[in-house]
């Protein structure tokens, strides 16, 4: 166990709607991660948050946006879902802002299924 | 651009055997941090090791070791006398000092081993 907890576990929805995951990060870690893992795409790195502040940014679509909240936990919210957007959600955090690039642990995962 | 290869999408040995899973990186950063993930059947992504760019030492972990050859840009990853349960899918990646901590991410080596 990382410590890092997500919910749901997995959710199941229909194009064109709205979902958002949950994580709540390793107790005083202050950066949460979020990364897709799709079968056509492999794991990527969608964005960063530190302390509330987003902190980097990948390939993540106009369509999610993300926030971090004073408690630390973090929101990825999806938007006018399409079916290329079933993929697996992770989480993952690390203690520090990241410039000393140190290990991330991460959550279970949230699945998501677009029908 | 960094970039992570593993060649390597699917290695089976049966137990007992060692096996070695193949990392390759790309990146233009004289600093920079290799990393190596386990993915069980359960989904979780499980940290292994992390490793900076200025430190070439192997290292070992009971049966675990890896091999880090800047001269190559590989980090390899090799098993001792494998068990059923490392099978997985597992993932090498790279963070660059000036990109901050995002990780990019192999395409992974599923390792089936059986008994």
């Known amino acids: 166990d990382s410590g890092v907890t997500q919910t749901p576990k997995h959710l199941i929805t229909a194009t064109g709607q709205r979902v958002t995951l949950r994580c709540s990060p390793r107790?005083?870690?202050?950066?949460v991660y979020w990364y897709q893992q799709s079968l056509d795409q492999g794991l990527q790195f969608l964005i960063q948050?530190?302390?509330?502040?987003?902190?980097a940014k990948g390939n993540i679509l106009e369509r999610f946006s993300a926030q971090q909240f004073p408690d630390l936990h973090s929101e990825l919210n999806l938007s006018s879902l399409e079916l290329g957007d079933s993929a697996l959600y992770f989480c993952?955090?690390?203690?520090?802002?990241?410039?000393?690039?140190?290990?991330?642990?991460f959550g279970p995962g949230t699945r998501l299924t677009v029908l | 651009a960094q970039k992570v290869t593993q060649a390597q999408t699917e290695i089976s040995v049966v137990e007992k055997e060692d096996v070695t899973l193949d990392c390759v990186y790309e990146?233009?950063?004289?600093?920079?941090?290799l990393f190596w993930y386990k993915q069980p059947p359960s989904g979780e992504l499980v940290f292994l090791i992390r490793?900076?760019?200025?430190?070439?030492q192997n290292e070992i972990s009971g049966r675990y070791s890896w091999n880090f050859q800047k001269s190559t840009s590989s980090f390899n990853f090799t098993i001792t006398a494998s068990q059923v349960v490392d099978s997985a899918v597992y993932f090498c990646?790279?963070?660059?000092?000036?990109?901050?901590?995002?990780?990019?991410f192999g395409g992974g080596t599923r390792l089936m081993v059986k008994p």
């Open positions: 990646a790279l963070s660059e000092a000036r990109a901050g901590n995002m990780l990019t």
């Open positions: 107790s005083g870690d202050l950066s």
């Open positions: 490793r900076n760019s200025f430190d070439e």
């Open positions: 990146t233009r950063d004289t600093t920079y941090y």
């Open positions: 948050y530190y302390n509330g502040e987003e902190r």
């Open positions: 993952a955090s690390s203690a520090t802002s990241g410039d000393d690039n140190n290990e991330q642990f």
